[in-house]
């Protein structure tokens, strides 16, 4: 039995159904009139319009921009080269027409794949290349048959080059064919329109990081299709607009010999100019030819470049973390002096060892450094002076001074996927590690942090920048390549603003002490052989990054493996009274900084500021053992 | 020996057609012929895998008729928490696709979690209302939207625009089937108008650009105008009777973009025109109608709100779909229902029609 109530509450939700059914209703007139306004009132006009779209718009790519170093020395640029394209609206069988072809032309199952896909993604009237790169014999075998295949032809195509070849690879990157992860990209910026008939995208380097600069604005052709979609005539035409060119902040003269420098060796180079943050060069050996990449990269090449102990393929200067061994000393004893934990006068005595909580800390100058002051400590590298100096400043302090550096963070260059590196402190240790007993910080563990050992790990780019902050008094700015970028269009210049991120509160006294204990490493200390008679001042400061650590066994290079040999490391910057250009330099498995990393400084030094060019890689100079 | 045979049979066969609703199936089945008259025309090379997942479809629609109501309510909570785990989980660890994290990739299977929120959601509100209808309170209304929110929230973050109004809109109509005061409404449309300013600034640029391109398509001729001005050149060009099945020259020569999921009514319109325009709409309108009348006849508060539900979630995919590609509304990714190709949405909208079915056909066991 049903109660009045319910008979209520049923009513009330059957109104609500009569107004939903209203609200249907009235949705349903409007659609109705849109259709007829559509198909009955407007008719006329979309059928003309429909007759109209037998004209089809078929994009042209625009050409990329160019890449120019701070001298206008071209990076990378593009040249004409023939393709063979097929449009399938005007094919009947393609693939018996491919088959035709490849008893003409040599086509490879790489070159059908690639075909195959680009026809599943476009449309019917584009040319879509079946063969890249032609060569003039290949050209003409095709021309002299060209009437046996209706909608087929050979079309110059403009293609991206690195002069260079693997020229500042590390800098540059390649470009490489739209994959489905750019075609996500693309769709991301809202550039699909854009990259319509575009079919290679920036990859790495600046050619990823300025993609939508380089790019440029995609032209397209007024086509008129019969009904079966073949093209009769074009009817007009809307030019592309090339892409803009980048100028860099880098000099190719300066980068090549950087990269001569290390000759067959691996490592990393960057220069910066400190007033600016302008990169002068950034280098990453063994380098790789981007022109492999330009039209997809075969799969022997690929392999070489992943599989090569060398790893030619990683960003060292980016992506290589190492550990900053003894270019750490200066900023530590900044760091003191900051604190108030040092007098430059007051002296240590350092007998070889220093010991701490049942550990022996070695010197690398056996039987220790004696009495040694701040400036004693830079010029000859005293391990001990900076032990006792890293025990009394405490990991926290020293964390929080060398974050200031941009150490462990990025410095926000403009390439893609930096590395972090590590800034060690007790809040790392605590977030990196999982169980309870590694989490906790131990006191012994900062001693070697003083000497740049440990846990220390950054980037090339991440030292550079901090000694170019230093050389600058504290004023620091964002590492960058690019200078500016021209709008080929209008001729305009966009500059990249140097403008500072941030000043340092240093003081000005402490910044000089500092300085010249490391003009001093150049004149009398580790770093004297390799700056014998340079002609200018410099400040450096040598360092060697232990790869392993020897417990207790004494360091005897020809016993072990090259790779298990340290890395040598260089942080410079000159003049050094009114510093040009800094750098930070790696050699993996250079040995002693001073042997290895300083003479490259030398020579890029040598011609930044005097024009001289040298005829060799930088030579391996021979110190004594046990300088670093 | 035969008689028994047939005998079997001939129980079998009624047990297999008892729960299914006649009406709705002829509806649907003509809706489903003219989806298929189409796709043939559309994506020929596609009509394989669209029977494929029509038959899964219609079993999925069989199974729903088939649980009567009250074993469906029991569904509600599990469906629901299962769909905002799948929806968290998309969010941490969702495939790209297209620059939205919609899908994710089970191992076993790949799917679009917010896809069950379409069912989950209405099912989970009308078992809510169903539970509190002895003593409701104003309170209700606050918490049904609160649940109704979450999801449609975390489907908006993927970005899917389109999706998340669909599920938005089945709980909404849940609610306001439920008794949502009518001051309440129109508050909300109110405000809903006044704080449009507000919320442009929180759609994503390429949503922004979809509403801006409504306004002026022929701004963006290669781009996202494109879809829009040949998807109404496609309709208007068809004209009263239609160019005719694969005569459509918009369809044929490819001017149409996605002409077989989303866009698939621009074909259907062009080569059918306004006759056949007025067939679907009218084949639409049966639907709603016989699913309207349902809701009106059922004798649970469940039933009831599901069903009147349900109707209006097939009534607002019609009229966003149809909108957007007339022009009259901006894109959304919102298929055709019943129509468009695409398997996981079909399967929704069968699974729809099998609850409607189950709702009729249990109206007398529930009744007091």
């Not at chain 2, 309207?292 to 097939?314: P, Y």
């Amino acid at each position: 039995m049903r109660h009045i109530k319910d008979d209520a509450v049923l009513d009330k939700f059957r109104l609500r159904l009569v107004v939903a059914a209203g609200l249907v209703l009235l949705c349903f007139v409007l659609l109705l009139a849109r259709l007829v306004w559509l198909q009955v009132v407007q008719y006329a006009y979309y059928q003309t319009r429909a007759e109209d779209n037998r004209i089809s718009l078929v994009p042209i790519t625009p050409s990329r921009g160019l890449i120019v170093d701070r001298n206008n020395r071209v990076l990378a640029n593009n040249y004409p080269a023939y393709t063979l394209e097929i449009i399938p609206a005007q094919t009947e069988n393609i693939g018996h027409t491919i088959d035709q072809l490849a008893e003409l032309i040599d086509i490879q199952p790489g070159d059908r794949k690639r075909f195959k896909k680009l026809l599943a993604e476009g449309k019917r009237i584009e040319s879509i290349p079946i063969r890249t790169q032609l060569n003039d014999e290949e050209v003409a075998r095709f021309i002299a048959q060209r009437y046996r295949f209706p909608g087929v032809d050979v079309k110059a195509r403009l293609f991206r080059h690195y002069p260079g070849g693997a020229f500042a690879s590390a800098a540059l990157g390649y470009i490489g064919r739209v994959t489905d992860r750019d075609l996500d990209r693309i769709e991301d910026a809202d550039q699909e329109a854009n990259y319509r008939g575009t079919h290679y995208i920036g990859k790495m380097g600046l050619e990823e990081r300025y993609e939508f600069a380089l790019h440029g604005i995609t032209g397209f052709e007024q086509l008129e299709v019969d009904s079966a979609g073949r093209a009769v005539r074009t009817l007009s035409r809307t030019a592309p607009v090339p892409g803009n060119n980048l100028t860099l902040t880098l000099d190719a003269e300066l980068q090549r010999i950087a990269e001569q420098a290390f000759g067959a060796r691996r490592g990393a180079l960057v220069a910066i100019e400190p007033a600016t943050g302008g990169i002068l060069a950034l280098v990453s050996m063994p380098n790789y030819d981007p022109n492999l990449f330009v039209d997809g990269i075969d799969s022997a090449s690929w392999k070489d470049l992943n599989e090569s102990a060398d790893r030619p393929m990683l960003n060292r200067a980016i992506n290589g973390v190492y550990p900053p061994g003894s270019t750490f000393k200066p900023f530590m004893a900044l760091a003191a002096l900051a604190y108030g934990k040092r007098t430059p006068e007051q002296a240590i005595y350092d007998p070889g060892v220093y010991q701490f909580g049942g550990h022996t800390f070695r010197d690398d100058k056996k039987g220790g450094h004696g009495s040694v002051d701040m400036y004693r400590s830079i010029v000859e590298s005293c391990d001990t002076y900076y032990y006792m100096l890293a025990n009394d400043l405490g990991i926290d302090r020293i964390a929080r001074f060398m974050g200031q550096f941009g150490l462990g963070s990025r410095t926000g260059i403009d390439l893609s996927n930096e590395s972090v590196g590590v800034l060690p402190s007790p809040a790392w240790k605590e977030s990196r590690f999982k169980q309870a007993e590694q989490k906790k910080w131990y006191a012994g563990e900062t001693i070697s942090i003083g000497i740049g050992q440990g846990y220390n790990a950054y980037t090339p780019i991440q030292l550079a920048q901090a000694v170019a902050t230093l050389a600058n008094d504290g004023v620091m700015f964002r590492p960058h390549l690019v200078k500016f970028i021209t709008d080929t269009r209008t001729g305009k210049r966009e500059l990249i603003e140097p403008k500072p991120i941030k000043t340092i509160a240093l003081n000005p006294e402490h910044i000089k002490i500092i300085k010249a204990a490391m003009v001093g490493v150049n004149i009398e200390g580790t770093g004297a052989r390799a700056f014998a008679g340079a002609g200018y001042t410099s400040a450096g400061k040598t360092g060697t990054a232990q790869v392993f650590s020897l417990k207790g066994a004494e360091y005897k290079k020809h016993s072990i493996h090259e790779i298990l040999h340290d890395h040598a490391l260089f942080i410079a910057f000159a003049p050094a009274e009114n510093p040009k250009i800094a750098l930070a330099v790696i050699v993996e498995n250079g040995g002693f900084g001073a042997q290895a990393a300083a003479p490259i400084a030398r020579q890029m030094f040598d011609y930044y500021l005097l024009g001289k060019k040298p005829s060799a890689p930088a030579p391996v100079v021979l110190v004594e053992g046990g300088v670093d | 020996m035969t008689t028994n045979l047939q005998t079997v049979l001939r129980i079998g066969w009624h047990k297999f057609i008892a729960p299914i609703d006649v009406p709705l199936l002829i509806i649907c089945g003509l809706i489903l012929l003219l989806a298929a008259v189409v796709m043939g025309s559309a994506a020929p090379e596609r009509m394989g895998a669209h029977l494929r997942s029509l038959a899964i479809a219609l079993m999925a629609m069989r199974v729903m008729a088939g649980i009567p109501p009250h074993r469906l309510m029991r569904l509600a909570i599990p469906l629901y928490c299962f769909g905002i785990v799948l929806l968290v989980a998309v969010a941490l660890f969702g495939d790209v696709s297209k620059g939205a994290r919609r899908w994710l990739d089970l191992g076993f299977m790949r799917g679009q979690p917010s896809e069950i929120m379409k069912i989950a959601m209405p099912l989970l509100l009308a078992w809510f209302f169903h539970q509190r209808e002895a003593h409701r309170r104003g309170r209700d209304f606050v918490v049904a939207t609160l649940l109704l929110l979450v999801p449609v929230a975390l489907i908006m973050r993927q970005p899917d625009l389109g999706t998340s109004l669909l599920v938005l809109a089945a709980g909404f109509y849940v609610i306001f089937f439920a008794g949502l005061p009518w001051k309440v409404l129109v508050g909300l449309l109110v405000s809903a108008v006044a704080t449009a300013p507000v919320a442009w600034s929180f759609l994503h640029d390429y949503q922004r650009n979809r509403i801006l391109t409504l306004l002026d398509p022929e701004k963006d001729p290669l781009g996202k105008g494109f879809h829009i001005i040949q998807s109404t050149i496609a309709i208007g060009s068809g004209g009263f009777l239609g160019k005719g099945w694969r005569e459509g020259t918009q369809s044929q020569l490819e001017f149409i973009p996605e002409h077989h999921t989303d866009f698939i009514l621009a074909v259907f319109a062009e080569e059918f025109g306004l006759l056949g325009n007025m067939l679907l709409l009218t084949l639409y309108g049966f639907l709603i109608g016989r699913g309207l009348m349902i809701a009106a006849q059922a004798t649970s508060l469940f039933g009831r709100l599901m069903a009147g539900a349900i109707t209006m979630i097939f009534f607002t995919y019609a009229f966003v779909n149809i909108g957007m590609v007339s022009g009259m509304l901006p894109v959304v990714g919102v298929p055709l229902p019943f129509v468009s190709y695409g398997g996981t949405a079909l399967i929704t909208l069968c699974t729809g029609v099998g609850i409607l079915m189950s709702i009729h056909k249990n109206r007398m066991l529930v009744q007091k």
